[in-house]
């Protein structure tokens, strides 16, 4: 890719031809995939698709065998995480993984240093209060992870992504196993977040989440994507029904 | 993160008129220890005090990698071991050098030795983190079993000074210098504790792989960490052949050494500087007691029974019972 190719890549993240193996198991097999700034995509498949796997690839926390990501028309393929996270590329976990020994402010102060760097005391203290406003978690502020319920682990997981100051959100099933009325208060989170211009990658096994937050949908199937576009039309896919709605 | 040493920029603010009420109290301990030991005006006295000094700055440094990162350390031997050879090398070589100058080396040594160790071992997790520590700590036994400049198996001799200028023996002196050195262990725990590093090693305690998610250069950190830890845990073997005059591997490498390094910071409490320094001082101090009174065969046993008492019924150590939230920093 040429210099001026790179300075004018319209994409938030370009990932190619990404291959993953778990030892003789190819959990992802040369799959593409792109985002524009601002953009929401879902990310959808069967259990063990291989949909955490690839945002471990995308993230840093595994190095594909083959393939090729770009974010902001950087090569960041080899990065390590922590580099990433400073780029602008914040994830939350599928379960969540809290700072135990923390408080839920301490949790959150950690990104605010390390990934957007904040220094300030004052500003560290302001800002993760209105994360953790923004996250409904502003009265848990003193109290440890342990002491939170299932629905705020996940805001906690956001609130923590958020405060790395990202431009791209990946949200791998942050409402499982949660109520509709919860389902409702993380996607109104979301789209608040959207609304401030930062693009989101949402993984979710809830399809009502997934069709009605996002405006395009890729689908993976064993480790293969079949299909990629608008959201209505990716649904009525013969192939996407048959491997994945009909089961 | 233009400063290390504390997490925000307001806090460079009042850091020195913190610090010399730290260095205050520190002196005011000193002076108090001192004069109590004046009064007993034994070479046991000194012993049993370097004894337990020495235990401080072991657990202390040990802490800064175990305790705040949460990798457990095998090989501490291996690393007071290093310190203590370092001074019989450097003895064999200069006989008139100063102890402190030694104990500078070695911590430089040390530190060098963390962050090879680092290299070799931080990619591994948990238990193989440990494992890979310890068979480190063995291969220096081998080395140094097998090194005669230094007196190999049969161990060295050091013909120390009769008297130290300012003290009133030898001991006397280098119990000063012990407990100097745990003053300046403590510092280095407290600031680290404090500090930036102290921080991003906590996340990566909890959970590193989120840690890293969150920006936080694990890899970077746990290399300062034990090469911190390694300086401060080779620095306390330094001064030890002038004490007794005579060591063997099997004295340097000794198991009590590695027992009770691990057990007097999970004893007292990890999350913070002053477990190590409750534990070394409680359990080092019983140990002397139990020396006297029963014999020195007692020790590893009263250190395992704390140990079993203290993991199942404490696990957050005395600190931890003392202290509201558990796993405070
Ligand atoms: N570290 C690993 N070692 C070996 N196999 C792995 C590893 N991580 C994932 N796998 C395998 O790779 C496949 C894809 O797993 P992945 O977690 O990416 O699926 P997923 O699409 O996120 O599923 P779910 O919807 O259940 O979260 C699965 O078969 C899984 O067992
Ligand atoms: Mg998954």
Redesign the interface.
């Known amino acids: 890719m040429s210099a001026l190719a790179q300075t004018t890549n319209p994409l938030i993240l370009d990932a190619s031809g990404i291959v993953k193996r778990f030892g003789g198991f190819t959990a992802l097999d040369g799959v593409d995939f792109t985002v524009r700034p601002g953009e929401r995509v879902g990310l959808i498949g069967p259990n063990g698709s291989g949909k955490s796997t690839f945002v471990n690839c995308i ?3 595994l190095v594909p065998e083959a393939g090729r990501v770009l974010f902001e028309g950087a090569d960041i393929t080899r990065l ?3 580099r990433r ?2 780029m602008g590329l ?2 939350s ?1 599928q379960i969540p ?6 408080t839920i402010r301490e949790n959150i ?3 605010l ?5 904040e ?4 500003k ?1 203290a302001e800002r993760a209060g209105e994360i953790l406003h923004s996250v409904g978690l502003g009265p848990r502020a003193a109290d ?1 992870p342990a002491s939170l319920s299932q629905v705020e682990l996940r805001r906690l997981e956001l609130g ?2 958020l ?2 100051n990202p431009r791209l959100l990946i949200a791998d099933e942050a409402m499982a196993g949660l109520s509709d009325s919860e389902v409702d208060e993380i996607l109104e989170l979301l789209v608040r977040l959207n609304g401030e211009g930062i693009a989101v990658i949402l993984i979710e096994h809830i399809m009502r989440a997934v069709t009605g937050f996002c405006e395009r949908i890729v689908v993976l199937v064993a480790g293969k994507k079949i299909a990629d576009g608008a959201a209505a039309e990716v649904m009525r896919h013969p192939d996407v029904e048959r491997a994945y709605l009909g089961q | 993160m233009s400063s290390l040493s504390t997490p925000y920029v307001e806090d460079r603010r009042g850091g020195l008129p913190r610090t010399l009420v730290w260095l205050g109290l520190a002196a005011a301990i000193g002076v108090v220890l001192f004069t109590v030991l004046g009064r007993f005006n034994s070479e046991y006295a000194y012993l049993a005090a370097y004894g337990v000094l020495q235990y401080v700055v072991l657990a202390t440094g040990w802490n800064i990698l175990g305790g705040y990162a949460g990798y457990v350390n095998f090989g501490a031997a291996g690393f007071y071991a290093l310190g203590v050879y370092g001074s019989v090398f450097l003895y064999k070589l200069f006989p008139d050098l100063p102890v402190p100058v030694m104990v500078l080396v070695a911590a430089g040594v040390g530190a060098l030795f963390g962050l090879g160790m680092g290299y070799l071992t931080l990619r591994l997790r948990g238990v193989f983190f440990s494992i890979g520590t310890l068979a480190l700590s063995v291969i220096l036994h081998t080395v140094i079993v097998n090194w005669e400049f230094v007196g190999g198996a049969r161990g060295a001799y050091i013909i120390r000074p009769e008297d130290a200028p300012f003290f009133s023996s030898y001991a006397a002196y280098l119990c000063a210098l012990m407990f100097v050195l745990a003053v300046i262990a403590v510092a280095i725990a407290r600031t680290v504790q404090h500090s930036w590093l102290g921080r991003g090693l906590a996340a990566i305690r909890d959970d590193e792989t989120a840690a890293e998610c969150s920006g936080v250069a694990s890899l970077k950190l746990k290399l300062a960490a034990t090469s911190l830890s390694g300086a401060v845990l080779a620095m306390a073997g330094a001064p030890f052949p002038f004490f007794i005059t005579y060591v063997d591997p099997a004295t340097a490498f000794s198991l009590t050494v590695a027992v009770n390094t691990i057990a007097m910071p999970v004893i007292g409490g990890m999350a913070t500087w002053i477990g190590p320094v409750v534990g070394a001082v409680l359990i080092g101090s019983l140990q002397q007691l139990a020396t006297v009174t029963i014999s020195s065969s007692a020790n590893l046993l009263i250190v395992g029974l704390l140990l079993v008492v203290f993991t199942s019924i404490a696990p957050f150590g005395i600190m931890g019972l003392l202290s509201r939230r558990r796993t405070v920093r």
């Open positions: 993230t840093g926390a390590s995480a922590h996270a400073r914040a994830r976990f993984r809290p700072f135990k020994g923390m102060e950690i990104p240093a390390f990934a957007a760097g220094t300030s005391r004052r560290s440890l923590r992504a405060a790395a």
